[in-house]
Nanobody, 122 residues
Framework: QVQLVESGGGLVQVGDSLRLSCAAS????????MGWFRQAPGKEREFVAA????????YYADSVKGRFTISRDDAKKTVYLQMNSLNPEDTAVYYC???????????????RGQGTQVTVSS
C-alpha cells in the first residue's frame, strides 16, 4: 500500500518560515516526480513546486519562486518544502503527490497525501 504523509504545517506569522515534510512508504519513487500543491478556501487547487527524484530538477510556481525550496532525502524517502517569507496568501492546505512525469497538473499525480494545513496570520 502506497502512502504519502505530510507533516509540518501550522499557524505562523507573516514573514515566518515553515518546513513541510512528505514521507513516502510502500514503494520507491526513485523515478517519480514529487510535487506539492495547495488549496486555499474557496479556490482551486494549485501547483506549488515539484522535484524529479531521478534528476533532481526542480520546478516552482511563479508565486513562490524565490521563497520556497523543494528538496529530497532519498535515504529517508522524504520530500521537503521549505517555505520562507510566508504571507497570508500562502494560507492553504498543502498536499504532497507523486506522479510519473514532470507536470504541474494535479491529475498527473496518481499518489496523493491527505494534506497539512498552513495558516499565515497577519
Amino acid at each position: 500500500q502506497v502512502q504519502l504523509v505530510e507533516s509540518g504545517g501550522g499557524l505562523v506569522q507573516v514573514g515566518d518560515s515553515l518546513r513541510l515534510s512528505c514521507a513516502a512508504s510502500g514503494r520507491t519513487f526513485s523515478r517519480a516526480t514529487m510535487g506539492w500543491f495547495r488549496q486555499a478556501p474557496g479556490k482551486e487547487r494549485e501547483f506549488v513546486a515539484a522535484i524529479s527524484m531521478s534528476l533532481g530538477s526542480t520546478y516552482y510556481a511563479d508565486s513562490v519562486k524565490g521563497r520556497f525550496t523543494i528538496s529530497r532525502d532519498d535515504a529517508k524517502k522524504t520530500v521537503y518544502l521549505q517555505m520562507n517569507s510566508l504571507n497570508p496568501e500562502d494560507t492553504a492546505v498543502y498536499y504532497c503527490a507523486a506522479g510519473a512525469g514532470g507536470s504541474t497538473a494535479w491529475g498527473s499525480y496518481g499518489y496523493r497525501g491527505q494534506g497539512t494545513q498552513v495558516t499565515v496570520s497577519s
